[in-house]
């Protein structure tokens, strides 16, 4: 049973700054690409920022320059630092993982619980 496991949401003041954690737990292999979504209700989840397990990072335009996606793969962890905040940026967001549970070439796609991200003007 693999989980993700998403902490450091909250309420923060505009241009104030937030941490997002997210551990995989669960009997698994490698952890592959991680990934940070968000989503305002009524409206469809979107990609915030992507790393890939050699490092290799990528970004949604609305959020370039202002938050920074970090991954410690001896933890199993991923990061979503989040600087500059914007009322804007107020969603609920997805931590997202694609492991391989055993060595080979099946990769399997997971997902965390969620954690509220709200920003006061």
């Known amino acids: 049973q693999v989980q993700l496991v998403e902490s450091g949401g909250g309420l923060v003041q505009a241009g104030g700054s937030l941490r997002l954690s997210c551990v995989a737990s669960?009997?698994?292999?490698?952890?592959?690409?991680m990934a940070w979504y968000r989503q305002v209700p009524g409206k469809q989840r979107e990609l915030v920022a992507t790393?890939?397990?050699?490092?290799?990072?990528n970004y949604a335009d609305s959020v370039k320059g202002r938050f920074s996606i970090s991954r410690d793969n001896a933890k199993n962890t991923v990061y979503l630092q989040m600087n500059s905040l914007k009322p804007e940026d107020t969603a609920d967001y997805y931590c997202?993982?694609?492991?391989?549970?055993?060595?080979?070439?099946?990769?399997?796609?997971?997902w965390g619980q969620g954690t509220q991200v709200t920003v006061s003007s």
């Open positions: 997202n993982a694609t492991l391989n549970l055993t060595p080979g070439l099946i990769r399997r796609e997971y």
């Open positions: 669960g009997n698994f292999f490698r952890i592959n690409t």
């Open positions: 790393i890939a397990s050699g490092g290799t990072t």
